[in-house]
């Protein structure tokens, strides 16, 4: 009987230890990130508006630069952050924030993904079309 109660106690006490290291480790870099926001790596449900000609342009150059990180929509994939989100609306993140990832990458600073590499093989002109898109999914998502 004795042995049992020893037991369950460890077991207790494995389990709080178990649950506060895997909260540490996401709580690390969450700068401004609201507790109902995803913490990383889960695709959100976003609402899809109808999209412009320009932005479904920038969408197949999203899909083919961007999405296996940043996820189908930007929605956020297990490699990269989604770009639906308030760290990247308009008044944070300009345009020319855009640019300047595509072009030379990004050091982690928001999340704990790692490093963006910088994109090869895309124009400034294709990169302003994957900003239409990302901001008109913003938009039709309040941001
Ligand atoms: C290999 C994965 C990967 C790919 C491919 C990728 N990104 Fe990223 N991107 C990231 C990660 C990771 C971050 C977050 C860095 C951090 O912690 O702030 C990021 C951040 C960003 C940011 C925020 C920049 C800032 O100043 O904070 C923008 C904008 C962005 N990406 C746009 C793009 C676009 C546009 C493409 C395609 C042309 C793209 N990314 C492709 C991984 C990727």
């Given at each position: 009987m004795r042995n049992i109660v020893v037991l369950i106690i460890v077991v207790l006490i494995g389990a709080v230890w178990f649950f506060t290291q895997s909260n540490g480790m996401g709580s690390k870099h969450s700068h401004g990130m609201g507790a109902n926001q995803n913490a990383q790596g889960?695709?959100?449900?976003?609402n899809i508006p109808e999209f412009t000609?320009?932005?479904?342009?920038?969408e197949t150059y999203f899909n083919s630069k961007c999405a296996a990180c940043h996820g189908v929509n930007?929605?956020?994939?297990?490699?990269?952050?989604p770009l639906i989100h308030k760290f990247y609306e308009p008044s944070h993140h300009g345009d020319e924030s855009f640019q300047r990832a595509a072009k030379v990458g990004v050091q982690a600073h928001h999340w704990n993904f790692g490093n963006m590499p910088?994109?090869?093989?895309?124009t400034r002109a294709e990169v302003a079309k994957i900003v239409v898109y990302i901001r008109e999914i913003q938009k039709a998502n309040g941001l």
């Open positions: 889960q695709a959100l449900t976003v000609a320009a932005a479904l342009t920038g930007g929605t956020g994939s297990e490699t990269g952050p910088p994109v090869a093989g895309i």
